[in-house]
């Protein structure tokens, strides 16, 4: 499988508390990008980072990404209730860019 | 404004039983994609199609087939299904990504509700 993987599967905070989870895949990435699924439902496109890129900034939002080590990492700053959701990371490969291959996840809990 | 819709939000079948899952999107996209989401395996590609009548195998076909005769649709078949195909089932599009000729656009995916399938 050319699944990734993140860590935490679960995190719980305090509202106002920042967030931060990570995620490491297997195979050489086109771009990497972060979704979020509301409990039950689909998911949501959060930001796509390139491969050429380190760091990318989208309102609370901060991604950056490590290609030597395979690996990125997702920032919510001053995390509200509303961002209680799973959190995934889903990369395409550099050999066929239109297939997409998703990590398992990130529960995050806001406690308000 | 809904982009990507599953004709289905919940289902019971029996085993053995064939099961149709279809998915619509009108953004004139031309991939689209099956996944099958599990507790703790995150999301898994069962197939994905780049075009009319195209489809590729993801990492988890066995089971599984799909239909693509038009744009705007693809379609999951369960042949017989079984307890093991008890999940939820996730329909997405995207445009086709040329690298050398797009650097705009993103290849970002555009997700449907989910169907939960429960086969007894």
């Known amino acids: 499988s050319q699944q990734g993987e993140e860590d935490p599967q679960a995190l719980s905070i305090q509202e106002g508390e920042n967030a931060t989870m990570n995620c490491s895949y297997k195979?050489?990435?086109?771009?990497l990008q972060w979704y979020r699924q509301n409990s039950g439902r689909g998911l949501v496109h959060l930001i796509l980072?390139?491969?050429?890129?380190r760091e990318k900034h989208s309102g609370r939002l901060r991604v950056t990404l490590d290609t030597s080590k395979k690996s990125s990492s997702l920032l919510i700053t001053a995390s509200r209730a509303a961002d209680t959701a799973s959190y995934f990371c889903?990369?395409?490969?550099?050999?066929?860019?239109?297939?997409?291959?998703f990590g398992s996840g990130t529960k995050l809990n806001v406690k308000p | 404004d809904v982009k990507v819709t599953q004709s289905s939000r919940y289902l019971v079948k029996r085993t053995g039983e064939k099961v149709f899952l279809e998915c619509v999107q009108d953004?004139?996209?031309?991939?689209m994609f099956w996944y099958r989401q599990d507790p703790g395996l995150g999301l898994r590609l069962i197939y994905f199609?780049?075009?009319?009548?195209?489809?590729e195998k993801g990492d988890i076909p066995e089971g599984y087939s799909v239909s693509r005769e038009k744009k705007e649709r693809f379609s999951l078949i369960l042949e017989s299904a079984s307890t093991n195909q008890t999940s939820m089932y996730l329909c997405?599009?995207?445009?086709?990504?040329?690298?050398?000729?797009?650097?705009?656009?993103?290849?970002?995916?555009?997700f449907g509700a989910g169907s939960r399938l429960t086969v007894l």
């Open positions: 980072i390139r491969s050429n890129e």
């Open positions: 997405a599009s995207s445009r086709y990504f040329v690298r050398d000729k797009d650097t705009s656009g993103a290849n970002v995916l555009t």
């Open positions: 195979t050489s990435i086109n771009n």
């Open positions: 953004m004139d996209h031309e991939n």
């Open positions: 889903a990369t395409a490969s550099l050999y066929n860019f239109n297939k997409f291959y």
């Open positions: 199609s780049y075009d009319v009548k195209m489809k």
